[in-house]
Nanobody, 125 residues
Framework: QVQLTESGGSSVEVGKSLRLSCTAS????????MAWFRQTPGKEREGLGTIYTGSGAAYIEDFVKGRFTISLDAAKKTIYLQINNLKPEDTATYYCVASTGVRRSCSLDMRYPYWGQGTQVTVSS
């Protein structure tokens, strides 16, 4: 079992930056693929990117590339989502997810059975 705890969400103005954190506990070493998703009521859930915890190799979807970055602090068992130049359309609940099992790479299409509680980001103009 892997437990995920997100933090860092806030209400901010357009153009500001935020760093979301997700700390794994329980059996964090088993979480070899982690990812960030976001959800806005009435819209489809969006996958933002993945990170392979074994190497720190990260992938970011094109529609947020250049503004969003995923990184890993293995010692702290924490991944981060850095969001720069926030826009109103970034308003959403952001979720950290994890998957276990033997893998060499990650993708947003994988099954992620472990989810955090979500952290709210609200961007106002």
């Amino acid at each position: 079992q892997v437990q995920l705890t997100e933090s860092g969400g806030s209400s901010v103005e357009v153009g500001k930056s935020l760093r979301l954190s997700c700390t794994a506990s329980g059996r964090p070493s088993a979480a070899n693929c982690m990812a960030w998703f976001r959800q806005t009521p009435g819209k489809e859930r969006e996958g933002l990117g993945t990170i392979y915890t074994g190497s720190g190799a990260a992938y970011i979807e094109d529609f947020v590339k250049g503004r969003f970055t995923i990184s890993l602090d293995a010692a702290k068992k924490t991944i981060y989502l850095q969001i720069n130049n926030l826009k109103p359309e970034d308003t959403a609940t952001y979720y950290c997810v994890a998957s276990t099992g033997v893998r060499r790479s990650c993708s947003l299409d994988m099954r992620y059975p472990y989810w955090g509680q979500g952290t709210q980001v609200t961007v106002s103009s």
